[in-house]
């Protein structure tokens, strides 16, 4: 018996019974449409993140943050932790949890850092312009490196070491701030409102919008100033204030020299860690944004795999049905010249085949959930993230899911498909 | 190139081959020998054959009569390959089964047999065509020279109008004229027919035993029958008894009527 009209005749045995087929189909389904639709936003997320990266992100620049504050924040994402921690000096006290002036001297002694900027705490009451009298909240921040690549939609990059006060602002100021359009307001002077932190009196400070950023989840809502900008927003926070307070630092950029590769990035780390600091790279953070979306994916994904065993069970059952039911038939076939493999081969097709069907069905039904569920997702949820395909599929994880999803069947159908091998053909043609 | 052989060694090539041809054609197609079968094991086995010896004649046609539990349904299942003996010899043109691999019995079931059984053992759901094909299917010919074949063998049993229908919607005799085209499809050298009328009423089954007989006439196929029934046996050239597992008139020429050579 030739391959094809084996794999023919599964085929057309699978349809005698369709009802029983069409549910045993349908459970794979399930498993391999679940699988097939996480692995499809995993995939629409990781590219949505991967381009953002490549428009903002940059290489050779590491984040530090002192371990004590770390574990402060971490502690604030343990819901309901128990027991009362004792103090401990060397971990808890306040001073541990800022990063000071000796301390970035430290950093920027440690082999192959190149330079130490500590991010400075500056606030804005809110922005305005001379167009309009409303009022806008915003958070400026300064940009500790040029080495942060950052997605500009119009305008230009901040010049940091430029003696002239810059921003670059989050998309959106151009139209309520009373112009035009984002080319509209580059080259425009805007206004930051800042509240001197001891007297509490409100004083405009004037900054040159040179540029306007794209929609993004990486930038989380920040916009970049110099350090002319930057220097002249702290002059006004901490007038009247002690010079300490003005140099308080919790977070540092450091650059690195990217020429030294992971492993001296991972010495740095390991430097930065015995000074009592951590230090993240960009890569870092999006590993987390992601490891933290992956393992939400693993866990439907851990479901679907869940429902592709108790399908696989079906399809056994299915299969065992089939034998009983064409016991006869085995039994004629092998009369007249039907070797045991061909049978066993017969039987684990048609396992096989409707781990194909139900995996096609799966991807077929998952691609349709794609259509309407993009275009949704993008007027709804995902509106402020232009360029976010909810899902997306990948032509060789597809492929993957269908050739598991049918070896699984496989496995499944050769306990079946052993039993119909091993009829005897006198015993099966005499088989009431 | 005639040097290179003298006369006298030529002669003596075209006698041997000759004779062989001879032997050939004077060769029964199934022969067994001392054959036994025994089921079980010791306390309690039961043997179904005691030794059985026999040869049948290419175009020969033979019924296989006993009651049930005779060991004639053991001993069709031997000659037809389906079964292997506990000891003794079937011999197929001259060779030995033992001889053969299991995918070598295969093919030859394959090639060379045909068989009718008395419940027919269609796929219901299918077409008549389809189920005629099986055995070509399984033998894998070509898909042209199946359909081809397959007709051929319905144009035998005169069913070849039918061959779009399913095999369901078909009457007994139809279904057991389409079973023997089923038989017939691969040009088999034999056919074992295994009580192919005792589903029938007696007018369709006398029609089923004409047209096998004329198979057997027509295109030497060799006709196995295994049936009680004595009248169907009577029309066969040569009728073996088996009783407890032996044959009781082992020679087969003094039970032969319509004698032919």
């Not at chain 1, 620049?61 to 004792?86: D, H, N, R, V």
């Amino acid at each position: 018996m030739k391959l094809i009209d084996i794999i023919k005749s599964a085929n057309s045995n699978l349809l005698r019974n369709k009802g029983r087929t069409f549910l045993t189909i349908l459970a794979i389904f399930i498993g391999s449409f679940t699988i097939i639709a996480t692995s499809g936003i995993r995939t629409g997320v990781n590219n949505y993140i991967d381009t953002q990266m490549e428009s903002a992100g940059g290489e050779g620049y590491i984040e530090i943050m002192p371990k004590a504050l770390q574990e402060i924040m971490q502690s604030m994402m343990s819901f309901g932790s128990s027991a009362p921690t004792e103090y401990n000096p060397e971990t808890n006290s306040t001073e541990m949890t800022v990063i000071s002036e000796e301390d970035l001297e430290k950093i920027r002694q440690i082999p192959g850092i190149q330079s130490v900027k500590g991010a400075r705490n500056i606030e804005a009451e809110y922005i305005t312009s001379a167009k309009t009298d409303k009022k806008y909240l915003i958070s400026p921040q300064a940009l500790p490196s040029d080495r942060i690549t950052i997605d500009i939609a119009e305008g230009r990059m901040i010049d940091i070491g430029g003696s002239a006060p810059e921003i670059i602002l989050q998309p959106g100021y151009a139209e309520v701030l009373g112009y035009q359009s984002d080319a509209d307001i580059v080259g425009e002077t805007i206004e930051l409102a800042v509240t001197e932190q001891a007297t509490m009196q409100v004083q405009l400070v004037e900054v040159k919008v040179v540029g306007v950023l794209n929609k993004s989840i990486i930038n989380m809502g920040r916009s970049w100033v110099n350090v002319a900008a930057e220097t002249e927003i702290l002059d006004v926070l901490y007038a009247h204030m002690p010079e300490s307070y003005r140099n308080m630092v919790m977070f540092a950029t450091a650059e690195w020299d990217s020429s030294l590769g992971d492993e001296g990035l991972e010495k740095i780390k390991d430097d930065l860690d015995a000074l009592g600091f951590t230090g993240m790279t960009f890569e870092d953070q999006v590993g987390m944004i992601k490891s933290f979306f992956d393992a939400i994916i693993l866990v439907f994904t851990i479901f679907g795999g869940i429902a592709l065993l108790a399908a696989s069970i079906g399809i056994i059952n299915t299969l065992f049905m089939a034998v009983q039911e064409r016991t006869r038939e085995i039994g004629l076939m092998k009369a007249m010249g039907l070797g045991r493999g061909k049978i066993f081969l017969m039987f684990s097709v048609e396992a096989v085949a409707l781990g194909f069907w139900g995996s096609a069905i799966g991807v077929g039904v998952a691609y349709l959930a794609k259509l309407i569920i993009n275009p949704v997702a993008a007027d709804t949820f995902l509106k402020d993230l232009p360029g976010f395909n909810l899902m997306e599929f990948d032509i060789s994880m597809i492929l993957i899911l269908v050739a598991v999803v049918m070896a699984i069947a496989f496995l499944a159908g050769t306990l079946p498909a052993r039993r119909a091998a091993k009829k005897d053909p006198i015993e099966a043609l005499r088989y009431e | 190139m005639s040097r290179l052989f003298s006369k006298k060694v030529l002669l003596l090539l075209t006698t041997c081959y000759i004779l062989v041809y001879i032997m050939l054609l004077n060769k029964s197609i199934l022969s067994i020998k001392n054959l036994t079968k025994t089921y079980g094991k010791k306390s309690s086995a039961f043997a179904a054959l005691k030794g059985v010896s026999l040869d049948i004649n290419k175009g020969e046609s033979i019924a296989i009569i006993g009651k049930s539990g005779s060991g004639k349904s053991t001993l069709m299942h031997i000659l037809a390959l389906l079964d292997k003996p506990t000891s003794g010899s079937v011999e197929i043109d001259g060779v030995d089964s033992n001889q053969l691999s299991n995918k070598e019995l295969n093919r030859l079931r394959n090639r060379r047999f045909g068989f009718v059984f008395q419940q027919f053992f269609m796929n219901a759901n299918d077409t008549v065509l389809n189920n005629v094909i099986l055995p070509l299917k399984i033998g894998g010919v070509a898909i042209r020279e199946r359909k081809k074949r397959a007709m051929e063998a319905l144009k035998a049993v005169e069913l070849d109008d039918k061959a779009k229908n399913k095999a369901i919607d078909l009457s007994g005799g139809q279904k057991q004229r389409v079973c023997i085209a089923r038989a017939l499809v691969n040009n088999p050298k034999v056919i074992f027919a295994d009580e192919p009328t005792g589903n029938l009423d007696s007018a369709t089954g006398a029609a089923i035993e004409d047209l096998l007989f004329n198979l057997n006439k027509e295109k030497g196929i060799t006709l196995i029958v295994v049936t009680h029934d004595a009248e169907l046996a009577e029309r066969c050239q040569r009728q073996l008894h088996i009783k407890d597992g032996q044959i009781i008139a082992p020679n087969a020429d003094i039970l032969k009527k319509g004698a032919r050579v």
